[in-house]
């Protein structure tokens, strides 16, 4: 069990002790939260006491000390003249720029634990479900790498795919947009593999993939995957990205609001077996046209 003590020296401000700190996880964020909890009791403050003397709602604030929300730079400081503390503010600072730097970290531990995971991809094929010649191809294409770059890239990404197989499978919702099948690598060997790596994947019993097709028109993630990952816990997290940037989302509203644009995206998709029934004709089609000439 972890214990956490607080000491405050005048001369010296906030200092920690932690002890047992190997048995769990610190972070900026759990120790913001846990601050705020610290400093309401220690005033003997309700929540709706608290409410009013910063003018936050009691929801809000509960999401804090919880750590469901890490809120806003504002909210920190409203707090710190509440309390006539410093630090609070100074603590929100530090779990922000915690957030900033463990973006990708974060994802690939999160991603790891999760029991399901519902995702969107706009233009690619979702990397737990590509080949190694169709993660070669993508590798590939923003700029060259060295051998030993793009090994390491295809083996890391490969690898992450054990999550899908095992004793303990994680379930897998995919929905692709159709220019996920329609921008194909120049290589027709390598798309045609993919092909079949999907057909496959489909009628796996932990895995369901959609697709959604042109005629939908415009929707709410024309140029991002998104990823959200329910965790053993019960919370569920999300994963915005971009060709350049991606983004651990875990503010709950901003997770539930992501979480019903999926459901309404997917509700306009073709069914899985009507997806199914594409891909296989797809690959018909790619097994029937001739071979382009490389020039």
Not at 46 to 59: A, F, I, K, M, P
Not at 74 to 102: I, M, N, P
Not at 220 to 245: D, H, I, Q
Request: glycine content about 6%.
């Amino acid at each position: 069990m972890r214990r956490l003590t607080w000491c405050q020296d005048k001369e010296k401000g906030l200092s920690f002790l932690m002890n047992n700190a190997e048995e769990a996880t610190i972070t900026a964020r759990s120790m913001y939260a846990e601050e705020l909890a610290r400093l309401r009791k220690l005033h003997g403050w309700t929540l709706v006491e608290l409410g009013d003397r910063c003018n936050y709602e009691q929801s809000y604030l509960h999401r804090l000390e919880t750590g469901g929300r890490l809120g806003t730079l504002e909210a920190a400081q409203a707090l710190d003249r509440v309390y006539g503390t410093g630090h609070v503010a100074k603590l929100w600072l530090l779990a922000k720029e915690e957030a900033k730097r463990s973006r990708y970290g974060g994802f690939a531990e999160v991603e790891e634990q999760a029991t399901k995971i519902q995702e969107f991809s706009v233009s690619t094929v979702p990397g737990l479900l590509q080949t190694r010649g169709y993660a070669e191809a993508q590798l590939l294409t923003p700029e060259p790498l060295s051998s030993a770059q793009l090994a390491a890239g295809i083996d890391a990404r490969i690898k992450r795919q054990d999550i899908l197989t095992g004793s303990k499978p994680t379930n897998y919702r995919g929905l692709l947009d159709e220019a996920v099948i329609r921008r194909v690598p120049r290589e027709t060997g390598v798309w045609k593999a993919q092909l079949e790596r999907l057909i496959e994947a489909a009628q796996e019993p932990n895995i369901s993939l959609q697709i959604v097709p042109f005629h939908v028109g415009l929707h709410c993630f024309p140029n991002m995957v998104l990823k959200l990952l329910s965790l053993p816990s019960g919370r569920t997290v999300a994963y915005v990205e971009n060709s350049w940037s991606g983004q651990l989302i875990e503010e709950i509203e901003d997770v539930e609001q992501l979480w019903l644009f999926y459901d309404r995206l997917r509700d306009s998709a073709l069914s899985p077996s009507e997806s199914l029934e594409l891909l296989r004709t797809t690959l018909e089609e790619q097994s029937s046209c001739p071979v382009p000439s490389q020039t």
